[in-house]
């Protein structure tokens, strides 16, 4: 039987923000210079972590909840591993996004632990 979790469709509602934060933050594609890497990274990493959370709806795995939290770890550290420290709004929301991407993944693996295998 394969458990759902109600944290994974947070996971992949905040992950579906993130890839449209870099349009709604004013620092789209189109900005240039260092807005071009960090809006790839919002763009990246948030579809990443919306498909892996839906796809952790259906599967027996815990391997795509590990990719969420190694996802959520990464955008906790964009903001300083790009440069990104000075636009508060932008780094914040990468902060906190990762930080509850971090949390909410690791819930659904400690709440089933038989389900550790990859």
């Not at 979790?5 to 947070?10: A, F, M, P, V, Y």
């Not at 900005?31 to 959370?53: E, H, N, R, T």
């Not at 839906?54 to 440069?83: D, F, H, K, R």
């Not at 906190?96 to 038989?114: E, N, R």
Request: hydrophobic content about 55%.
């Amino acid at each position: 039987m394969i458990r759902k979790h109600w944290q994974n469709w947070i996971i992949t509602a905040l992950g579906c923000w993130l890839a449209v934060t870099p349009w709604l933050h004013n620092s789209g594609l189109a900005d240039g210079g260092l807005a071009i890497p960090v809006s790839w990274s919002f763009i990246a990493a948030g579809s990443a972590a919306a498909v892996l959370a839906a796809a952790a709806q259906y599967t027996g795995n815990s391997w795509e909840e590990w990719g969420c939290v190694a996802i959520g770890l990464w955008l906790v550290l964009s903001p300083w591993t790009l440069g990104f420290t000075d636009n508060g709004p932008v780094a914040w929301t990468a902060v906190l996004s990762g930080g509850a991407i971090m949390v909410l993944a690791g819930w659904c693996i400690a709440q089933d632990p038989w389900r550790r295998k990859t």
